[in-house]
């Protein structure tokens, strides 16, 4: 994956949105990066050691550092920064943004968790 030609966070700080060559822009929700942030913490080691991070309806993008030439770093106000973005990964996520947004909520539901 190329990288993207435009990374903007919006001035609320509540959305990034990414611009890859070729397609379409992708807007991504601080909220839904939070969410389902690539780092260990939320991911885990394995499948079954994944995270539903619950309370984050209101999280906001602070920062956005580059980490290479594949990757970002996002800072989020809750101080969570150590999940590594890939170009692959924001790829993905703008595709299956509506898929992952729904079953993030379904987990919250399943799991009696809420956004706030």
Request: hydrophobic share 35%; glycine share 6%.
């Given at each position: ?32 990066l ?49 999940g ?6 924001l ?26």
């Amino acid at each position: 994956m190329t990288a993207p030609k435009e990374l903007r966070v919006s001035k609320d700080r509540k959305l990034l949105t990414v611009t890859f060559p070729g397609h379409a822009p992708f807007e991504l929700p601080a909220e839904l990066l939070r969410v389902l942030s690539p780092s260990a913490e939320v991911q885990g080691h394995s499948p079954e050691q994944r995270v539903t991070v619950p309370g984050k309806r209101n999280v906001a993008i602070t920062k956005v550092e580059p980490v290479g030439n594949y990757a970002v770093r996002i800072t989020f106000d809750d101080f969570h920064d150590t999940g590594i973005f890939t170009w692959d990964y924001l790829h993905t996520l703008g595709h299956e943004k509506e898929e992952r947004w729904s079953g993030y909520l379904t987990e919250l539901k399943e799991k009696g968790l809420s956004r706030d």
